[in-house]
């Protein structure tokens, strides 16, 4: 990207075609992103915008991703239409027709984001941090702006079908999360989740074969390990895997379902113990049991325990809302103190303030 004295900026493009109107990739530094695009819509309201109100809670995550990974973050092109006189220049001496050449625009142009104002704001703040970034180059994909109504249908449209990739497998394929890589090795080392895991839906159709999904076992391994001092994960990865399998025991469900004497649509439409809520509750019980050098005797207190969803006395208003199963923080946390004090275990303060309250609560209801 080239300025003239003329005042234009010169992008090196490459020119498509796309629903008979024309378009241009091209090469942006990333000094350039927030200068040539810029927020002023905010104070607008959304039927005079062609964008959502920018989620500035979001930008500390995304700059954390681009300064926490330096050498392998990875960004989709931004898109972007031009209010301004653009031209397009053919290269000369290029084969392929004139689809290869420069794109000239003023500098007074406007130019209006389509799809990507939080990676735009995201660089930004990370180049404030580590300006070597600067000089880094993002796509984009530039459309001649043909008025509000044109980029609001531009923005509906590129949204439309986007499909965000589910957290099981975000868990399956991120390779920078420690958490994932030892929830992969636990999945595949311990004789609990061994082909019981559903690897791409957060949720189990009532038909499904397996009884647990990778992100809720994820979830249950950040609390499990929350705790520990170590970031070895193959060392961390042999705690949880041995917590898991201890706690494989006191389920009689688990070992049923992979005997073949029970189907997981079964266990899951009649227990609580394979759901998220308890999982997160093994987990977080877990991560202060694992502190006691005979944990695994004091675990061997929670057996016993009847998980039946028809036993309401216990889970209602504990693992359960009006029947139906919660995951919810209140319900991870009431239901991890159920088993804390099961074992044995000492509750903090905190815990017993929220299990007195969650008694006196169901005294009253009961009346």
């Not at 959502?52 to 979001?58: C, E, H």
């Not at 420069?102 to 930004?124: C, K, V, W, Y």
């Not at 390990?225 to 170590?230: A, E, F, K, P, Y």
Request: net charge neutral; hydrophobic share 35%; proline share 4%.
């Amino acid at each position: 990207m080239t300025k003239k004295a003329s005042y234009e900026y010169k992008f090196p493009s490459i020119k498509g075609i796309q629903a008979s109107q024309e378009y241009y990739i091209t090469m942006c530094p990333l000094r350039l992103i927030p200068k040539i695009f810029l927020f002023d819509e905010e104070e607008l309201v959304p039927e005079l915008r062609a964008q959502r109100v920018l989620n500035k809670s979001r930008i500390p995550d995304i700059s954390n991703y681009i300064l926490d990974n330096p050498k392998s973050y990875v960004f989709s092109a931004l898109s972007a239409s031009i209010d301004g006189d653009l031209r397009f220049i053919p290269a000369e001496g290029v084969a392929d027709d004139d689809a290869v050449g420069t794109l000239h625009i003023p500098m007074s142009a406007t130019f209006i984001i389509n799809d990507g104002q939080h990676r735009r704001a995201a660089i930004e703040e990370a180049i404030k941090e580590k300006p070597e970034l600067a000089d880094e180059t993002i796509a984009i994909v530039f459309f001649k702006d043909k008025g509000l109504k044109k980029s609001q249908q531009m923005f509906a449209d590129l949204n439309r079908y986007a499909v965000k990739p589910s957290k099981s497998l975000g868990v399956l394929y991120d390779h920078k999360d420690p958490t994932a890589e030892i929830t992969r090795n636990v999945v595949k080392d311990s004789n609990v989740f061994k082909n019981l895991v559903e690897f791409e839906k957060t949720t189990l159709a009532p038909r499904s074969r397996r009884l647990f999904t990778m992100s809720s076992i994820h979830q249950a391994n950040k609390l499990l390990l929350s705790s520990q001092d170590s970031e070895d994960i193959e060392k961390l990865s042999l705690i949880a895997t041995e917590f898991w399998d201890e706690l494989d025991q006191y389920i009689p469900e688990w070992y049923a379902m992979r005997s073949n004497k029970a189907s997981s649509g079964e266990i899951r439409q009649d227990f609580i113990h394979s759901h998220s809520v308890a999982l997160s509750a093994f987990g977080r019980f877990g991560s202060t049991l694992l502190k006691d050098k005979n944990w695994k005797t004091k675990l061997a207190n929670i057996e016993g325990i009847d998980w039946r969803r028809s036993n309401t006395a216990l889970w209602e208003g504990r693992a359960m809302r009006d029947g139906k199963i919660s995951k919810a923080h209140d319900c991870i946390l009431l239901t991890s103190i159920f088993l804390k004090e099961k074992a044995g275990l000492s509750l903090t303060p905190e815990e017993e303030s929220k299990e007195n309250k969650f008694k006196e609560e169901r005294n009253i209801k009961n009346g």
